[in-house]
């Protein structure tokens, strides 16, 4: 549990410092449909993202192996970066219900979320979402 909690403390505080030379959010824009690509048995890997002021609201649906998965979440923009907290709505039972954090940093391009997911119960992994 200290370890995880050493890691969430570090990202944060990359993510934080990271966003403070951003200058204004003004010239990013998460707002969209979002394509994940997560490997070859994710399917219909799909993220739609709203921001609300410096708020991000998601609502994200995916195939794995062909069983249906949705979560949902909301966060804070910092920058070029999100982060929010998921609560999986239906769960793949060999994953578990957990929710999580996703997050996410902004391409230059301004195409590509690049990241990672740690959930509620330590396991973590990346995450890419391109834009549609």
């Known amino acids: 549990m200290k370890k995880l909690n050493l890691t969430l403390l570090t990202l944060s505080m ?8 951003q200058g204004e959010r003004s010239s990013t824009n998460f707002n969209g449909f979002w394509k994940g690509n997560s490997g070859e048995n994710f399917k219909n890997n799909h993220i739609v993202f709203s921001e609300i002021g410096d708020s991000i ?32 709505m239906r769960p793949i039972a060999a994953w578990g219900p ?6 996410l940093k902004l391409s230059k391009d301004k195409n590509t ?8 119960s330590g396991h973590k992994g990346p995450l890419v979402f391109k834009r549609k």
Do not use: R, W
Request: hydrophobic share 35%; with cysteine.
């Open 14 to 21: 990359v993510l934080v410092f990271s966003c403070q030379n």
């Open 57 to 88: 609201h998601i609502g994200h649906y995916l195939e794995f192996n062909g069983q249906p998965f949705f979560e949902k979440g909301s966060g804070i923009i910092k920058g070029d970066s999100i982060i929010y907290h998921v609560a999986v």
């Open 98 to 103: 957990d929710g999580g954090t996703h997050y």
């Open 113 to 120: 979320l690049e990241g990672i997911f740690i959930t509620d």
